[in-house]
């Protein structure tokens, strides 16, 4: 079975500072993908970030990164450079080629003060 | 770009009644989803459908039904909705699983009294 756990549910950063989010996972599977989605309040579900399994290396996408530790099952999410508008629910998730589930985490609640 | 479209944005149900959630998508996606996301919660996976004709059961699927006779359309029904079923709807759509990025509706937020 799937599952995605987040143990932080909510984080808060100052403006133009680096906040990191937690995510494990477990899979059966050897083909998979993980994924970061972004909440804002507008309820808007936006992909950030996703890190295919069979690669080593970790994906970014501008301010954002995933530092992915395959054999602890772990994929973190680090925001550089924080802004305001980053404030919203991310949620971590995972999903594989060999099953049609794209499971979802609980979510981690992210403030950006400025 | 409609993308995935989902009516209605809001509705107050009383218990017992039905209703039935729409869920629209243009971009020719062979996969969607429904999915309820509690406070506190995460996203809970009801039901998914791999393409026209084939559904199956996700992580909460008891008091919802599901089917799909066209690519475009995945309506999610509600029978005899309970408080327990308040939430958030979801409808998410994607090419394939794997590695493809799902694409959300707007959500509906339903209540039920």
């Known amino acids: 079975a799937q599952t995605v756990t987040q143990s932080q549910p909510e984080m808060s950063v100052q403006e133009a500072e680096t906040v990191t989010l937690s995510c494990t996972y477990d899979t059966s599977e050897n083909n998979y993908y993980l994924f970061w989605y972004k909440q804002p309040p507008s309820r808007q579900m936006i992909l950030v970030i996703r890190?295919?399994?069979?690669?080593?290396q970790n994906a970014t996408e501008n301010r954002f990164s995933v530092n992915f530790q395959k054999a602890a099952k772990s994929f973190s999410l680090k925001i550089s450079d924080s802004q305001l508008g980053d404030t919203a629910m991310y949620f971590c998730?995972?999903?594989?080629?060999?099953?049609?589930?794209?499971?979802f985490g609980t979510g981690t609640r992210l403030q950006v003060f400025p | 770009n409609a993308g995935v479209t989902q009516t209605p944005k809001f509705r107050i149900l009383k218990i017992g009644q039905s209703m039935t959630l729409q869920c629209t998508q243009d971009m020719n996606h062979n996969y969607m989803y429904w999915y309820r996301q509690d406070p506190g919660m995460g996203l809970k996976l009801i039901y998914y459908?791999?393409?026209?004709?084939?559904?199956d059961k996700g992580e909460v699927p008891n008091g919802y039904n599901v089917s799909r006779s066209t690519t475009e359309d995945f309506p999610l029904r509600l029978e005899l909705a309970a408080p327990s079923q308040t939430s958030v709807y979801f409808c998410?759509?994607?090419?394939?699983?794997?590695?493809?990025?799902?694409?959300f509706g707007q959500g509906t937020r339903l209540t039920v009294v």
């Open positions: 998410a759509s994607s090419y394939r699983t794997g590695g493809t990025e799902a694409f």
């Open positions: 890190q295919e399994a069979y690669k080593q």
């Open positions: 459908s791999v393409g026209a004709g084939i559904t």
């Open positions: 998730a995972s999903g594989s080629y060999n099953t049609d589930k794209l499971i």
